[in-house]
């Protein structure tokens, strides 16, 4: 099912020989050529920026790169221009209202779960019924991990923290991909499989819930492991070629792109946690390129990259 793939992709947030077990969230790269390392990090979306503080080597990667790549430059996503944009691809066309996609059954199983995330805003599904599906299964998958990741505050996403740290200290931000690439691949499926989406989603609103808080603990525990496990698990794994689209093709464009970037000069790339674990993962895949991809705990630690 779609929204299943859709949930790890987001927030991520796939064998497990290609590395030992352990609590790992930033890795050196170097080799291959590379004169200096540089370094890739797995983030979740919704983290809170102290999270930073628990990832031991972080200030050494960031202090040691001359340029931060995430999946998106986050200051051109808050620009007037681009906010009209994906404003304009969130909205259904008018014969293609929510009310028209479901039938009156499943309109009701939508609203219902919209209500247990929205109620207290007092915003109303019928508000919200010009909107695609998957716009609105957005939201609630966010209000949903905020839940579960505290005191979380939209304008302090960890992603967009790295990036004004970055920037603070003269360092150069890219995106990996292109706004108009992004906004494709969640909004550009058919809407009548979004709606269909969404219903299953509200559907299995409980199980979504224990994967969701499963995968922020394990995000906080720095244990990628578990989230491949989560990611892989049959109940949660969902539709195969839907995994490929929003999580692997995106891991092999990622890793074509990178080696032309590092030979530059070391850089510190931040993508959501899920594109690093597997044999499919980022990692797995620059070590296939003749990369030395290590775990990295600091300059100072003794035990780094062993």
């Given amino acids: 099912m779609r929204q299943k793939s859709l949930l ?12 030992p077990a352990r609590a790992q969230l930033l890795w050196r790269v170097s080799g291959n050529g590379l004169e200096r390392p540089s370094y890739v990090m797995g983030t979740h979306h919704l983290a809170l920026p102290s999270m930073l503080d628990s990832i031991s080597g972080f200030a050494d990667a960031l202090a040691a790169s ?13 620009s007037p221009q681009v906010m009209r944009r994906m404003a304009m691809a969130m909205m259904a066309p008018p014969d293609s209202a929510l009310s028209r996609l479901l039938s009156a059954d499943g309109y009701a199983v939508v609203e219902r779960t919209f209500n247990k995330y929205f109620g207290a805003t007092g915003l109303t599904l019928k508000q919200l019924d010009a909107l695609k599906p998957t716009a609105i299964a957005t939201q609630m998958q966010v209000l949903r991990d905020a839940a579960n990741m505290g005191n ?15 920037r603070a200290a003269g360092k150069a931000v890219h995106g990996l991909e292109s706004i108009d690439f992004q906004i494709g691949l969640l909004l550009g499926a058919p809407l009548t499989t979004q709606a269909s989406d969404l219903l299953e989603m509200c559907k299995r609103d409980s199980v979504y819930a224990t994967v969701s808080a499963e995968i922020c603990s394990a995000y906080e525990r720095q244990d990628l492991d578990r989230l491949l496990q989560l990611m ?5 794994a969902g539709d195969s070629r839907e995994a490929q689209r929003l999580i692997y093709d995106r891991n092999s464009r990622w890793a074509a792109m990178l080696p032309a970037a590092m030979a530059q000069g070391p850089v510190l790339v931040c993508v959501g946690a ?19 991809v290590a775990p990295f705990a600091g300059a100072n630690n003794a035990g780094e990259g062993q």
Avoid: N, Y
């Fill in 274 to 292: 899920g594109h690093l674990p597997g044999a499919k993962g980022l990692l797995a895949l620059l070590r296939g390129q003749g990369f030395t």
């Fill in 8 to 19: 790890f992709a987001i927030f991520a947030a796939a064998t497990l020989l290609w590395l």
């Fill in 152 to 166: 979380w505050d939209p304008s302090q996403q960890i992603d967009a923290v790295v990036q004004r740290r970055a």
């Fill in 232 to 236: 892989e698990d049959e109940e949660c």
């Fill in 66 to 78: 001359g340029a931060v790549w995430g999946e998106v430059d986050c200051d051109s996503m808050a």
